[in-house]
């Protein structure tokens, strides 16, 4: 019997969990809190132990060392159908035989529960994903996107205290995929399941995670709500794996009244605002988003980008592409170091776009940039 969770206590707890295969550490001294309600999504590269940890998890897996904690009761001995925690599987793994209503029902049958109350259940779950009608279809008489609605409902039918989902929306096209983030989304608010969601699909994990775990070689990196994993990377592997970024290494060479004066080889001296926590290391690397960096046929005034530091670098356009939204730029500067810019189409014609052989200056403020040790 699982209890529930005290107060303070987080519904899902993973406490130094570690898990091998033969010579190779899939998933090294792990610690994690998930609170209920909560979307959570674990995010990291193809082999960074994600999936294993769901496993465990799920109960597919058992771990080498610790423990996973639901509602304060350890789980990690507890067999798969005996914990209310239930897992969507990435190719959905639908009975092909059965019926919409009879994949459904599979687990309530297993489980005993009475017809009566199955046919209720079933019932519900073909409501809440809406597939009302279809509910003597067999899975190849369905879509991709209804599909993954049948293993959806069939993983919700026992009313689970968690919910895994395992690359869920992988199989699914760009449109189908956008749409059903924003039912996934409204789902959970619903029903105020907890879900863990794994991806490798960064966009698909800040879109729909209120907290993202990025993890890197068995271990949790960073813990971050997805704007603070954006702007506030806790190392530069972070900074490089989610989305795009300038990097500049350099030297600090003089510090104050909040700010930094670094020295680097590709763009000169850079002026940044020294956020906390302080930086305690004269080698550091300055990172700035694409997005933050501004084009300009000549050097902006300063009171073009505030009362702050402006850096400007001067280079030439070598390649524009056109992505709708926004027009990303690379602009290679003297030393030979390319900086990328993204900046938004505001006008419907051309007016404000460089093209590739322009001279431009490259510019961000003190406060675009942020500074990470080596």
Known sequence: MIESAG?????????????????????????????????????????????????????????????????????????????????MFQNYALFPHLSVRDNIAFGLRRAGMPRAEIATRVAEMVALVRLEGMEKRKPDQLSGGQRQRVALARSLARRPQVLLLDEPLAALDKKLRESTQAELMELQRRLGTTFVIVTHDQEEAMTMAGRIGVMNAGRL?????????????????????VGDINLFEGQVIASGHSRLTISTSEAGTLTVSELWPPVTKNVVSVAIRPEKVKLSRRAPAIEEGGPQAINRLEGVVTEANYLGGVTTYKVKLESGAVVRAAMANTARLDVDAYLAGQRVVAWFTADDCLVLEQ
Request: net charge negative.
């Open 7 to 87: 107060l303070d206590m987080p519904l899902l707890r993973i406490e130094g969990v570690a898990k091998s295969f033969g010579n190779f550490r899939a998933v090294d001294q792990l610690s994690l809190d998930i609170r209920a309600g909560e979307f959570f999504a674990l995010l990291g590269p193809s082999g960074c132990g994600k999936t294993t940890l769901l496993r465990m998890l799920a109960g597919f897996e058992t771990p080498d060392e610790g423990r996973i904690l639901l509602g304060g009761n350890d789980i990690a001995q507890v067999l798969p159908h005996e914990r209310p925690v239930n897992m």
């Open 221 to 241: 990196v960073q813990v971050a709500t997805p704007r603070n994993l954006y702007e506030a990377p806790a190392t530069r592997w972070i900074a490089e794996f």
